[in-house]
């Protein structure tokens, strides 16, 4: 896995995530973009098929704890999917990534 920072409050996230190494990593960037004041964050997600629960509690956090406003973009059909399934399509506004 690898983190991009894309623009001010834009993150892509490429390849698996699939460690807690991963998770850590993508925590400790959202805590630095949120303790630079921004409420509102993109996420893009081009190739991982799945997110860790642990990930996914995080990014709760941040939605109902903080009150950020998240956009998530994902290009796997199955993540879209499973996201839907657990019904977070509305809780981080995910939309396909063309």
């Known amino acids: ?5 894309t623009g001010t409050a834009e993150v892509t996230i490429t390849g698996d995530i699939k460690s807690m190494d991963d998770y850590q990593e993508i ?6 973009i949120v303790a630079q004041g ?6 893009r ?3 991982s098929v799945t997110i860790p629960s642990s990930v996914i509690g995080y990014l709760l ?10 956009a998530v973009e994902v290009k796997d059909k199955e993540l879209y999917r499973m996201l839907q399934i657990l019904k977070l399509l509305e809780v981080f ?6």
Request: a positive charge; zero cysteines.
């Open 61 to 70: 956090k941040l939605v109902h704890g903080d009150g950020i406003e998240l």
């Open 38 to 43: 921004a409420r509102n964050i993109t996420i």
């Open 45 to 47: 997600i081009p190739d």
């Open 1 to 5: 896995m690898e983190l991009n920072i």
């Open 93 to 98: 506004k995910v939309s396909p990534l063309q």
């Open 27 to 32: 925590k400790k960037l959202e805590k630095g």
